[in-house]
């Protein structure tokens, strides 16, 4: 059979809740034309995000039940520590609230003012965990990922000369450690081969510079390496995902991503003495080093789900839905970020809106009209997110794991290209009160005549 079906039947569903047109354009006043301020009962099919927003499986809500709760050496520890040591094979392990705080911890035991840490691309949390301590984050990606349109295999990259060249002019004993995001979320939900995190630990290793990986989408990553990558479609995905382990020196990791949790994390590390640190950090702030800010119930759904995404017809479902939804609107003309990511599809919104300047925040504005036209959340990464240093005007639909059907996904699709074939009358959108910092949370817009 040629068909691919999704590798789950549902046994618990939730409502959808519909709006009209009336009720949505009063929601997006309300929200000043911001979508992350619009109450999530008012959107029909949300995009926004694949962190926390999976599906949990039977599985995990029977480890859910199991979870021992108790404050000092859990069961579902001890149960989280084996899986995570079998996957990663990193000597240490501490779970954290969510990935950011694994980030926060790391950087705060290895950072200083003055030192750099380079990237393929940090995701914007990793980024403003590593400046807030004072040193500087660095994107590597490869020259071509700055073309929307190139279709390369492994997009996500880190560009190794340019690694090089920053080691000679900054020195080795400036850069505490490096990192590898894969998938690369920033760059498109782009995935990293196996030859490059290769070439990147050789790199690091000869100037003793330890290799983080920011883990969070790693079976997806292990599954394009097994589809794209020669000498590997013979190994299962977990094999390949050891693998990648086994060339870093640690990892931060996010569970909302692909363990299917609605929260969690962890750190880990080979060296003894950054992890002592960290412990001692983790204790200060996120809570005794067998829970560390989670319920034990957490730590068992965590470990479920990290042995669930690396089965073969999951991640062979996940990554044949996404690129569904890409290429049924590309191939229509929607211009995307190629190739279709692991988690999410990019439009890339200045092509689309060639009308539409970046001060006028294309992306922001596809998506207040694609909410506008269906009821659709998704979010901008461009000018609103970043500012002037925006590379691209970006606006993403990540697809939470496990959520919803193909037919969910062809409502995306149909709505996508109404929108796309009357694109000239979209009108750009101004700004009228943000924060200082983190804006595209909470900024007000109203749209332009
Ligand atoms: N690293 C990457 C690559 C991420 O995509 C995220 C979160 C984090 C770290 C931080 O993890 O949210 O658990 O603290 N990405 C989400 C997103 C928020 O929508 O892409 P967290």
New binding site residues.
Partial sequence: MRTIIEPFRIKSVEPLHHTTPEERERCLVDAGYNLFLIPARDILIDLL???GTSAMSTGQWAAVMRGDESYAGSDSFFRLKAVAADLTGFRHMIPTH???AA?RILFTVMCKPGHIVPSNTH?D??RANIEFTGARAVDLPVPEAADTQARLDFKGNMDVAALESLIAAEGAERIPLAML?ITN?SGGGQPVSMANIEAVKNVCARHGIPLYL?A?RFAENAWFIREREPGYGDWSPKRIAQKMFSLGDGCTF?A??DAFANIG?FLCSNDDRVAQQETNLLILTEGFPTYGGLAGRDLDAIATGLEEVLDPDYLRYRIVSTGYLGRHIADRGVPIVEPPGGHAIYIDAARMLPHIPPCQFPGQALAVELYRHAGIRSVEIGSVMFGAAAQHELLRL?IPRRVYTQSHIDYVVEAILEVNARKDRIRGLEIVEEPPFLRHFSARFRPLA
């Fill in positions: 995000t694949d962190s969510q990935g950011r980030e995701f949390t990793t995001t979320n920011d969070c996010s909302k991503k994390g990540a």
